[in-house]
């Protein structure tokens, strides 16, 4: 089975004084505010195409990382994680790093970490932005 979900985009103007709107029209949860200073410098209350990765690529992280946990016998209590997906104007994006912090009782520190890794590397989200230069993860079982 395959599910395809859709956003649209609005803009007016152009690129340095332009503004548009971006929504998510799938699961109708709403129309964003977007603009080129949004992007680089202040998000003064407007979303950017690079939040919209970020939390797409932490959501689909989550659902990865507890599907390596689970498979391996270790299903987690908790899982967050951060998406921070840097973008530099003229180059692109040039980095996500992702931070986890999980809840798994019984598990070690190092089997967590090689485990995130793993789930890095399952995550669709993450396979469809290979060409990022660098993305990396950092996790931690929670205290």
């Given amino acids: 089975m395959s599910a395809t979900r859709t956003a649209s985009a609005h803009w007016e103007g152009d690129l340095f004084t332009g503004s548009g709107q971006v929504s998510l029209e799938s699961s109708g949860i709403g129309t964003y505010d977007v603009s080129w200073p949004a992007r680089t410098e202040e998000p003064g209350g407007k979303t950017s195409p690079e939040e919209l990765i970020a939390a797409a690529h932490s ?6 990382f507890s599907n390596v ?13 951060t998406a921070a997906v840097t973008f530099v104007p003229g ?3 040039t980095e996500i790093k992702l ?4 809840s798994v009782p019984g598990l ?16 669709p989200v993450s396979q469809a932005l290979k060409a990022v230069p660098s993305i990396t993860v950092e996790s931690r079982l929670a205290s």
């Fill in 91 to 93: 180059t692109g994006i």
């Fill in 99 to 102: 931070s986890t912090v999980g």
């Fill in 108 to 123: 070690s520190a190092e089997d967590f970490q090689r485990m995130a890794e793993e789930a890095k590397d399952a995550c």
């Fill in 59 to 64: 959501a689909c992280y989550n659902m990865a």
């Fill in 69 to 81: 946990l689970a498979k391996a016998g270790q299903a987690p209590t908790t899982l967050d994680t």
